[in-house]
């Protein structure tokens, strides 16, 4: 297993990189449109929709997003983004589910049971991502990777401190593996990736943070890391009232495209808002 997984992601990962610095904004709001109508149908099947519920929610879904990508009425430019109104409306909408909806429904285990609600949901965490990366991705794209590596770093972290010093359960019965020691270690690997991103930032960059900025920026790449694993839990979770173990089947030794950005569906809206509020 661990085999597949790593031969899928030596093939993934060149692919996003090519099309992260190769392609522009708009083709890379194509491809990554790509990935979030995959994750829709997945979605959908653990959200238990029918057959035309989930085509409905597919087509949604694209229909939004090459909306809002070509359509005049979406405003999108490829040096601007999308106007900050609506940048701020969705990422924002998005981040304050996570930050004060998920939470509660992984704590009480909530089983929401409405298809409609589960659909407006869905539509707005799977939109919001997508537009987060490609309004990131306008500015720069190695922001972008530096922004979404604040993820890969905490859950890789998480994993590996998990399996060597794991002794306290963090949700057992939403997903048994993860441990209280996992998260510590992704927090402590996360500050590091932080500040040695400061310490890689050009030289009148990091010359010019003062430590009241530095302790924010690691501050705020801890909350990102923290959602990511709230965003890690959501699926889980999603995953076992419908009784499956992976979203899908796409990615060998993977699982499906959910599987692979749960955590970046819940850390990349607020990420968009830091680089906009923060960064520039």
Known sequence: MLKTRIL??????PLVLIALFGLGARGWGVV????VVIAAGE?????????VG???FVAATLLIGTSVLFASAGRFSAEQGWPELVMVSICGAATLFWVLIAPPWLYFGWRIESQPLLALVGLLLLIATWMAVVQVRVRAPGLLLALMAVVWVADTAAYFT?????????????SPGKTWEGVYGAMVA????ALALLALAPG???????????????AVALLLAILSIVGDLFESHMKRQRGV?????????????????????????????????LIR
């Open 245 to 277: 173990k992976d979203s899908g089947r796409l990615l060998p030794g993977h699982g499906g495209v959910l599987d692979r950005i749960d955590a970046l569906i819940a850390a990349m809206p607020g990420a968009a808002l830091v680089e906009h509020y």
């Open 8 to 13: 899928t992601a030596a093939v993934l990962i």
């Open 190 to 193: 996360v500050a590091l990736y």
């Open 43 to 51: 979605w959908a099947r653990l959200s238990r929709f029918g057959q």
């Open 162 to 174: 998990g399996r060597r010093f794991g002794r306290h359960k963090l949700a057992p019965s939403i």
């Open 204 to 218: 009148e960059l990091s010359h010019g943070v003062t430590t009241g900025a530095a302790v924010v920026w690691v």
């Open 32 to 35: 990554t449109l790509a990935i």
């Open 54 to 56: 989930s085509m409905l």
